[in-house]
């Protein structure tokens, strides 16, 4: 699987942007899907997951309301909505793909360990 992030940019606060993570190689569909971000000097954060089989979306509690993840799994994109940004949101957001469920399912998506491919990320910055 090969992920490619792409909607960030510089909005300034109460804005919001969409971003996209497009798969190729092989479907989406029955994979747990998950958005991080990663500002200077700090660790991986999770933001929120998604099985694109049944289930429901996950989040973190620091987007909880303002974040939306989504999917579309026909176009092998998942999607994250952010409304009401804050300079903290500030970071490089990456896409990360589990091989299966396991990672929405378990309790593990907060961890990234738990997710096998990522993206190169898309960099937003909330001024």
């Known amino acids: 699987v090969q992920l490619v992030e792409s909607g960030g940019g510089s909005v300034q606060a109460g804005g919001s942007l969409r971003l996209s993570c497009a798969g190729s190689?092989?479907?989406?569909?029955?994979?747990?899907m998950g958005w991080f971000r990663q500002a200077p000097g700090m660790e991986r954060e999770a933001v929120a997951a998604i099985y694109t089989g049944l289930g429901r979306p996950l989040y973190a509690d620091s987007v909880l309301g303002r974040f939306t993840i989504s999917k579309d799994n026909a176009r092998k994109t998942v999607y994250l909505h952010m409304n009401s940004l804050q300079p903290d949101d500030t970071a490089m957001y990456y896409c990360a793909a589990d091989p299966g469920e396991y990672a929405c399912t378990s309790g593990s998506w907060p961890y990234a360990r738990a997710f096998h491919y990522w993206g190169q990320g898309t960099q937003v910055t909330v001024s």
């Open positions: 190689g092989s479907t989406i569909n029955s994979r747990c």
